[in-house]
């Protein structure tokens, strides 16, 4: 058990360094007056959300933990309410930051790019570090603690899934419906530019892209993180007569591992002498899996005198990076299919939206094929074909490998929503151009790293939900997962449902919060005159409360079907048709989710593309298709395709977590007819 | 044995009905010369795309016949080529008779409502009875002649899938390569109205309504006709120690009840005296629902002294008809989806996008929980809990049951694009307002039928494909397919990719064909100026050319990807790999399919609405936003929608007749690891 020590360790350096990083964040100069008063509305208007998110979050936490106290066990009741805490903390530290961290980059770009850069990733590197630290921490405590007594533990992965559904969802509902609030009336209505202090919504705008891109990014990746860890520790216990309990640690040892190989990583970005942002991050990215991948592979030797076991975790790695460079192929305008989409714009939206959704399809081809391989690669490389469990076992390693350098990610993705922030006060308090074209240079590698950080956080996704699928067909001691049992093939028919479901109800949830906006804004500017003369203030904070009212309220459908289908479906059909439910969902909300993020992203860097001049350039035929397909791509790429992602993990999560229950009542249905 | 001779009698029956109906059809009025002469390019054109699709079909019926020989038998192979003529043959005379029966609608709308119903319906009603009887006789020969043999019958359905594939999707990218190419230079650069003799596409956009909807729909449900009763046959021969030879002839039993209901459904609707078609065409369907249901008992009770295998033949039909209604609440302005979609037209295009996606993703719901209550009474009905094989036979009898009254529900959809011709030409030739009237009453009526029509199609191959994926299983020896197994895990994945690829690629070559379309008919215009002035007939052969030419070589790549990526993945992987690929595509297939159907219907409806005076009415800010949403809708319902229908039908016939070939070599890259 002295091995559970290092996990402990690295979690808590992880944690310290945040801390380090944090305080040098907020000593940074935060610019004048005005910088400062716009930065105060966005940090209150983060704070607001938070605020009333908690008190969401504090029913629902209690009434969960009530039940599963009830019908499971007050371990994992408490387990559970510990992931849910510190999901919580690491978005609050990490949200808390990137509300001071924007300013100062802003300030910071008066400068230089470097400065500017140094500032905004530090930012980002406190949430990343923070997800990795207390996922690590928690995990390793509550190991030592029940004593990889995996049924209680599978609690803390439930708590981190249950706050990423109200972070991701409810994050995504926010910052849409801001967005295409603000730009309907805005930018198309009154003809004011983007980020205008006039405009009511600007505030909610720039708070969205801290509640959805950095807090929302960092639940998922932190659900992820713990979910892919949580099945490689489950199935590695079973392995204890194979390999000791040293299969069950192994998956904490890597991730002490990547810990460390990010804080290398960090420090490389952050030494960044250069003036090119995108290569920096490369550099940094690069250079933390090269490492968890010597590391690691020491630590698998030493464990286990072989290297086998590295197989998947190596092939995680490499499967993740490929997804999120192929992620950057169809959504990057430097290729042909965001081309295409402009050269379709000549021909109207029409085009514009059936090319778009052409190009989103055919995206999912090679991340499927590389998480086909990946799988493939993974479990034949233990040796699943002569035991499957340590197969299994070998995909659950693959999720840890491919998730090692989380830390990393999470800092490159959370380093965007900074800039793109910065430049908006920058541009609210009329700094130079110059200052706003370095805010521009930042925000613009960012769409790039966002654009790999969704493409990664699928494929993380996918992988942790197929190896918490397996834990769970372990847990409910299924040997076979038939699908010539019909139950488990309507199982996989209503599972394979619930994306496009989950898909309708949150791309309407975003139209029905962004008209309410629309008439918020179009009142205020009807009622004083003053607002779009720039003589008075608008009233930010009712904007702020129209998006806070709307995310929490519109996640509360969905967040009930993703808890309430597979428990229904499991009562009622049995364990073997929730097994088909979570592999049909796996599958359709994987691709789902790329068709949709990659789709958006498409759009969004087309119309660009059209913006740059390409077409006719601003304010031609083929711009206003552009813009078209760039609102179809908003909710697509910002909240429905990434709700996908915690679709798919907290319906695994619930059905590992009740397998008890379902072991005990499932398959009522079915007992009629035997 | 002699109990086969039923089917034969029927199937001839119908044969010798459609011959008297289509000879009453040719000798009606056909109008004054300008109406023969625009129906004579319709015709022209028919015909010139069949010709050229036959030369491509023989090349590959002779290429695939030869494969067939070699690998499988030469039964298969003369079952194969046999089917295949079968489903040319139905469309042939199918398709002649619907251009023979467009411009005699038209004339006879000249009397009134009733007599244009009974004109355009018997045209609809010769492809009905000829693919139903075609389809049973081929099958009841092929039965008697191979004994049973169903390893040589499943020739007989890779046939009818073939040309499904030619005639579906073929058909679905003539038909919109005319549509969207016809309107966007015609109605949107030119501003001449729909239908106006003086666009040079105009006949190739009508010739599009028969390849697409009359000969398209046919082959289609020729392919569901034949594969629902292949794989009935193929369970039902296991059983004959249970049940002696009589549950492998049930199938064709039940289809033969489904024929002799249907005529009497057909005579219903013809000797229909009010002046509602709407309430003829439902009559006549109800009518031959309950008679199948009250003959069918009976027959079933004769057979097996039981009643027991008559349930999920009720629970087909059952399932099959509100799928068809669901589908109308959805895509009809009558209900709140399409108000919803043109009331979110209001503010631009991309609400309406959103509104129109959002619809078409909640509209899997409901018929994905019906097919799922189907397989579950269709399974347990029968029996399924102590004996597998009797419930898979089950689920094959839903699929069956379901497809019993095929013979009403093509003469239903075929009417709809005859009607839709009788305007178009009613409109050209310059016939009265009352007569245009007329056979717009009778298009409204067959868009919603067209709609019903194709929710029946989705939930016919989903039935259908999940019957021959049990037909499958049990020819490749398979008794699980388990979902723990990683090759299984990975067919579903790559399986439920391939629809993405399928829809992508099909979306693409639209837009491809519509971009010929377009110059085409913009270089007619510029350089005779006396085309658009109406003293000098455009070339109209030339676009049906092109729509001809883009139709046969877009379908190349998807067809052999539907064909290639099953063997592939056998062969490589092996038979369980293939079973999780089969099943990944029909459930990613029919999702896929219902979204875009409904969601396509949806859009267009939404149009008409506002076109109706809603929302600000004809040339409004949401027109123009509908007539975007029914832009990217129609490549939807008329494409790539309905072609999943024949990917996921065409996978998996193809699986179960090169099954052998899987037997014995598929796996390969499984046997390095062993």
């Known amino acids: 058990m002295e091995l559970l020590i290092i996990p402990l360790i690295c979690g808590i350096a992880a944690l310290i360094v945040t801390i380090f990083i944090a305080k040098s964040v907020v000593k940074k100069d935060a610019g004048n007056e005005k910088m400062r008063e716009i930065a105060g509305y966005i940090e209150e208007g983060a704070m607001a959300f938070l605020k009333k998110e908690y008190k969401y979050l504090a029913i629902f936490i209690v009434i969960v933990a009530l039940i599963i106290g009830v019908f499971l066990s007050i371990q994992t009741a408490v387990a559970f309410v510990i992931g849910a805490l510190f999901s919580i903390i690491a978005g609050y530290i990490g949200m808390r930051t990137a509300v001071k961290a924007n300013v100062r980059t802003a300030q910071a770009a008066k400068t230089g790019v470097k400065e500017a850069l140094s500032v905004a990733f530090s930012g980002g590197t406190v949430m990343g570090l923070c997800v990795v630290g207390l996922g690590l ?46 730009d309907l009336v805005g930018k198309v209505e009154a003809g004011i530019p983007e980020d205008d202090p006039r405009n009511p919504a600007v505030i909610a705008d720039n708070v969205g892209d801290n509640v959805g891109d950095v807090a929302g990014m960092g ?34 040892i890597l991730a002490s591992i990547g810990i460390i190989a990010s804080l290398i990583g960090i420090f490389i970005v952050k ?34 005198d072989s290297l086998k076991l590295f197989i998947p975790v190596v092939a995680g790695l490499v499967v993740g990076m490929i997804i999120g460079k192929v992620t950057e192929v169809y959504t990057s305008s430097e290729y042909k299919s965001v081309q295409l989409i402009a050269s379709e714009s000549e021909t109207g939206p029409g085009t514009n939206i059936i090319a778009g959704l052409a190009v989103g399809m055919k995206s999912t081809v090679i991340p499927i094929l590389l998480i086909a391989v990946g799988i493939f690669v993974a479990y034949y490389g233990v040796g699943g074909n002569s035991d499957a469990m340590i197969g299994l076992y070998g995909i659950s390693l693959a999720a840890v490998g491919m998730l090692s350098t989380t830390a990393m990610t999470v800092a490159v993705d959370a380093y965007g929503p900074i800039a793109d922030n910065a430049g908006g006060i920058a541009e609210m308090s009329h700094l130079d151009e110059e200052v706003r074209e370095i805010t521009d240079k930042l925000d613009s590698v960012g769409n790039t790293t966002a654009a790999i950080g969704k493409g990664f956080a699928i494929g993380s996704a996918a992988l942790t939900a197929l ?28 599972g394979g449902m ?76 049995g364990g073997e048709a929730l097994a088909g439910l979570i592999a049909g969902g ?89």
């Open 219 to 252: 639940a998922d990746l932190f659900e992820s993180y713990v979910g892919s860890m949580i099945s490689a520790i489950t199935l590695g216990s079973v392995l204890t007569a194979v390999a000791g309990r040293d299969a069950a640690i192994f998956p904490m």
């Open 271 to 304: 030494s960044n002498k250069g003036d090119n942002p995108q290569k920096a991050l490369n550099a940094g990215t690069t250079i933390s899996g090269i490492l968890v991948i010597i590391f690691g592979a020491v630590a698998c030797y030493v464990m286990f």
């Open 586 to 674: 796996v599958v359709t909300g994987v691709l789902m989710a790329i068709m949709m993020a990659n789709a958006g992203g498409a759009w969004d860097n087309a119309k660009k593309y059209i913006e740059g001049g390409a077409h006719g350039g601003k304010g031609s035929y083929a711009h206003k298709a552009g813009v078209v397909g760039d609102t179809v791509g908003d909710p697509f790429k910002d909240t429905s395709g990434p709700s996908m992602n915690i679709l798919i993990k907290l319906m695994t999560i619930v059905s590992l977590v009740f397998a008890p229950v379902i072991l005990e009542y499932g398959g009522i249905l079915l007992n009629i007819f035997k």
């Open 498 to 573: 619930l994306p496009f479901l989950f898909g309708a109800l949150t791309m309407a949830s975003v139209g029905k919060a962004a008209s309410q906006m629309v008439q918020e804004v179009r009142r205020q500017f009807r009622e004083d005159k003053g607002i779009l003369a720039g003589t008075v203030k608008p009233d930010y904070s009712k904007c702020v409360e129209i998006s806070t009212e709307a995310a929490l309220h519109e996640m509360i459908l969905p967040g009930i079907l993703a808890i309430a289908a597979p428990l229904t479906v499991g009562i009622l059909l």
């Open 137 to 182: 921490f928690g995990l390793g405590t509550l190991t030592i603690v029940f004593d990889l007594h995996t049924e209680y533990i599978t609690g803390f992965g439930l708590g981190a899934s249950s706050i990423a559904l109200f972070a991701r969802v409810g994050g995504g509902i926010y910052t849409k419906a801001a967005d295409v609030g603000a």
């Open 467 to 494: 190896a918490l699928f397996a834990a769970y067909a372990q847990a409910v001691n299924l040997t076979t997962i038939d699908l010539l049992n019909p139950v488990t093939l309507i199982g996989v028919l209503i």
